[in-house]
Protein backbone atom coordinates (compact mmCIF):
# COMPACT_ATOMS: atom_id res chain seq x y z
CA UNK A 1 0.00 0.00 0.00
CA UNK A 2 1.28 3.24 -0.65
CA UNK A 3 1.81 6.04 1.77
CA UNK A 4 -0.34 9.06 1.56
CA UNK A 5 1.88 12.26 1.95
CA UNK A 6 -1.00 14.38 1.39
CA UNK A 7 -3.77 12.96 3.27
CA UNK A 8 -0.97 12.39 6.23
CA UNK A 9 0.09 16.17 6.27
CA UNK A 10 -3.60 17.19 6.19
CA UNK A 11 -4.77 14.93 9.03
CA UNK A 12 -1.95 16.05 11.02
CA UNK A 13 -2.00 19.63 10.69
CA UNK A 14 -5.44 19.61 11.38
CA UNK A 15 -4.79 17.80 14.36
CA UNK A 16 -2.75 20.74 15.52
CA UNK A 17 -5.28 23.07 14.98
CA UNK A 18 -3.55 24.87 11.97
CA UNK A 19 -4.72 26.06 8.77
CA UNK A 20 -2.65 25.58 5.88
CA UNK A 21 -1.45 29.21 5.45
CA UNK A 22 -0.48 28.97 9.54
CA UNK A 23 1.22 25.65 8.50
CA UNK A 24 2.80 27.72 6.28
CA UNK A 25 3.67 30.94 8.22
CA UNK A 26 5.72 28.74 11.09
CA UNK A 27 6.94 26.62 8.54
CA UNK A 28 8.16 29.38 5.86
CA UNK A 29 6.65 28.13 3.29
CA UNK A 30 3.97 29.55 0.85
CA UNK A 31 0.59 28.66 1.82
CA UNK A 32 0.55 27.51 -2.21
CA UNK A 33 3.52 24.36 -0.86
CA UNK A 34 1.03 23.08 1.44
CA UNK A 35 -2.08 23.19 -0.44
CA UNK A 36 -0.48 21.22 -3.40
CA UNK A 37 1.34 18.77 -0.61
CA UNK A 38 -1.77 17.85 0.73
CA UNK A 39 -3.69 17.17 -2.78
CA UNK A 40 -0.66 15.12 -3.44
CA UNK A 41 -0.12 17.31 -6.73
CA UNK A 42 3.75 17.76 -5.55
CA UNK A 43 5.99 15.54 -4.49
CA UNK A 44 8.06 17.33 -1.91
CA UNK A 45 11.93 16.78 -1.15
CA UNK A 46 12.97 15.76 2.00
CA UNK A 47 14.49 18.99 3.36
CA UNK A 48 11.22 20.62 1.82
CA UNK A 49 9.11 17.69 4.20
CA UNK A 50 11.25 18.46 7.26
CA UNK A 51 10.90 22.15 7.07
CA UNK A 52 7.14 22.27 6.75
CA UNK A 53 7.14 19.20 9.68
CA UNK A 54 8.96 21.48 12.01
CA UNK A 55 6.09 24.36 11.82
CA UNK A 56 4.10 21.55 13.40
CA UNK A 57 6.64 20.64 15.00
CA UNK A 58 7.24 16.63 14.37
CA UNK A 59 10.21 14.21 12.85
CA UNK A 60 10.34 12.91 9.94
CA UNK A 61 10.42 9.49 11.51
CA UNK A 62 6.49 10.38 13.30
CA UNK A 63 5.53 11.63 10.29
CA UNK A 64 6.05 8.68 7.91
CA UNK A 65 5.11 6.12 10.88
CA UNK A 66 2.15 3.71 10.26
CA UNK A 67 1.23 3.92 14.00
CA UNK A 68 -1.51 6.36 14.63
CA UNK A 69 -0.60 9.75 16.80
CA UNK A 70 -0.87 9.42 20.25
CA UNK A 71 -3.93 10.88 21.79
CA UNK A 72 -3.94 14.67 21.99
CA UNK A 73 -6.16 14.43 24.68
CA UNK A 74 -3.13 13.64 27.08
CA UNK A 75 -3.30 15.19 30.61
CA UNK A 76 -0.75 13.76 32.68
CA UNK A 77 3.10 13.88 31.17
CA UNK A 78 6.49 11.88 32.62
CA UNK A 79 9.28 13.41 32.60
CA UNK A 80 10.11 11.02 29.72
CA UNK A 81 6.99 12.39 27.53
CA UNK A 82 8.37 15.66 27.24
CA UNK A 83 9.41 16.73 23.53
CA UNK A 84 13.06 18.50 23.01
CA UNK A 85 13.10 21.56 21.13
CA UNK A 86 16.45 23.38 21.88
CA UNK A 87 17.63 22.38 18.09
CA UNK A 88 15.41 24.78 16.90
CA UNK A 89 17.56 27.79 18.66
CA UNK A 90 20.26 30.10 16.95
CA UNK A 91 23.01 27.67 15.74
CA UNK A 92 25.22 30.10 17.55
CA UNK A 93 24.20 29.78 20.87
CA UNK A 94 26.98 28.45 23.87
CA UNK A 95 26.32 25.85 26.04
CA UNK A 96 24.03 22.83 26.29
CA UNK A 97 20.86 24.57 26.78
CA UNK A 98 17.35 22.08 27.09
CA UNK A 99 13.86 22.99 26.03
CA UNK A 100 11.48 20.84 27.00
CA UNK A 101 7.78 21.25 25.78
CA UNK A 102 4.77 19.61 27.81
CA UNK A 103 2.64 17.66 25.72
CA UNK A 104 2.36 19.09 21.63
CA UNK A 105 0.43 22.05 19.97
CA UNK A 106 -2.42 19.81 18.53
CA UNK A 107 -6.09 20.85 18.89
CA UNK A 108 -5.31 24.49 18.18
CA UNK A 109 -3.46 24.87 21.88
CA UNK A 110 -2.37 28.77 22.03
CA UNK A 111 -0.19 27.57 25.34
CA UNK A 112 3.46 26.45 25.34
CA UNK A 113 5.05 25.02 28.79
CA UNK A 114 8.57 24.18 29.01
CA UNK A 115 11.30 22.67 31.29
CA UNK A 116 14.02 25.21 30.32
CA UNK A 117 17.61 24.21 31.29
CA UNK A 118 20.69 25.94 30.96
CA UNK A 119 24.88 24.35 31.52
CA UNK A 120 26.80 26.95 33.11
CA UNK A 121 28.13 29.60 30.04
CA UNK A 122 24.91 28.52 28.29
CA UNK A 123 22.85 31.19 26.53
CA UNK A 124 19.76 31.16 24.00
CA UNK A 125 21.87 32.64 20.95
CA UNK A 126 24.01 35.65 20.05
CA UNK A 127 21.14 36.78 18.22
CA UNK A 128 18.36 38.22 20.29
CA UNK A 129 14.85 36.48 19.74
CA UNK A 130 11.97 38.03 19.20
CA UNK A 131 8.65 36.52 18.31
CA UNK A 132 4.92 37.35 18.40
CA UNK A 133 4.16 36.07 21.99
CA UNK A 134 3.94 36.82 25.61
CA UNK A 135 5.80 34.63 27.62
CA UNK A 136 6.99 34.61 31.58
CA UNK A 137 8.30 31.94 33.98
CA UNK A 138 9.77 31.59 37.22
CA UNK A 139 13.86 30.43 38.38
CA UNK A 140 13.32 27.00 39.77
CA UNK A 141 17.50 26.09 40.23
CA UNK A 142 20.11 28.51 39.85
CA UNK A 143 20.37 32.09 38.07
CA UNK A 144 19.57 33.11 34.58
CA UNK A 145 20.47 36.55 33.06
CA UNK A 146 17.54 38.16 30.84
CA UNK A 147 18.04 40.68 28.98
CA UNK A 148 14.69 41.93 27.61
CA UNK A 149 14.66 45.34 25.01
CA UNK A 150 17.87 47.75 27.11
CA UNK A 151 17.03 46.03 30.66
CA UNK A 152 19.00 43.10 31.86
CA UNK A 153 18.43 41.05 35.22
CA UNK A 154 20.12 38.54 36.87
CA UNK A 155 17.43 36.33 38.37
CA UNK A 156 16.95 33.54 40.99
CA UNK A 157 15.56 30.63 42.31
CA UNK A 158 11.88 32.08 43.00
CA UNK A 159 12.52 34.82 41.07
CA UNK A 160 9.92 35.84 37.72
CA UNK A 161 9.53 37.18 34.07
CA UNK A 162 7.08 38.38 32.02
CA UNK A 163 7.04 40.67 29.40
CA UNK A 164 5.41 41.11 25.23
CA UNK A 165 8.22 38.35 22.82
CA UNK A 166 8.02 41.00 20.33
CA UNK A 167 10.82 42.91 22.40
CA UNK A 168 14.30 41.23 21.63
CA UNK A 169 15.14 38.97 24.69
CA UNK A 170 18.16 36.53 25.72
CA UNK A 171 18.49 34.08 28.51
CA UNK A 172 21.98 33.29 29.55
CA UNK A 173 23.65 31.18 32.74
CA UNK A 174 26.21 33.78 34.10
CA UNK A 175 26.55 31.23 37.26
CA UNK A 176 28.42 28.78 38.04
CA UNK A 177 25.80 25.74 38.52
CA UNK A 178 22.15 24.60 36.15
CA UNK A 179 20.05 27.14 35.86
CA UNK A 180 16.04 25.48 35.18
CA UNK A 181 13.13 27.26 35.04
CA UNK A 182 9.76 26.84 34.33
CA UNK A 183 8.21 28.75 31.24
CA UNK A 184 5.24 29.47 29.80
CA UNK A 185 4.64 30.84 26.30
CA UNK A 186 1.29 32.00 24.35
CA UNK A 187 1.00 31.84 21.43
CA UNK A 188 3.40 28.72 21.11
CA UNK A 189 7.08 29.92 19.78
CA UNK A 190 9.58 26.59 19.26
Known amino acids: ME ?3 GTRLRLIREKAGLSQRQLAQRAGVTNGTISLIEQNRSSPSIASMRKVLQGIPMSLA ?3 SQDDLPPAEQIFFRGGDLVELASKLDPTHKGT ?3 RQVGDLRNG ?3 QV ?3 RYEPGADTGRHMLQHESE ?3 VVVKGEIELTVGEQKQLLGP ?3 YLFDSRLPHRFRNVGKEVCELISACTP ?3
Open 188 to 190: PYL
Open 62 to 64: EFF
Open 97 to 99: VSL
Open 3 to 5: FDV
Open 114 to 116: LHE
Open 135 to 137: EGG
Open 158 to 160: GDA
Open 109 to 111: RVL
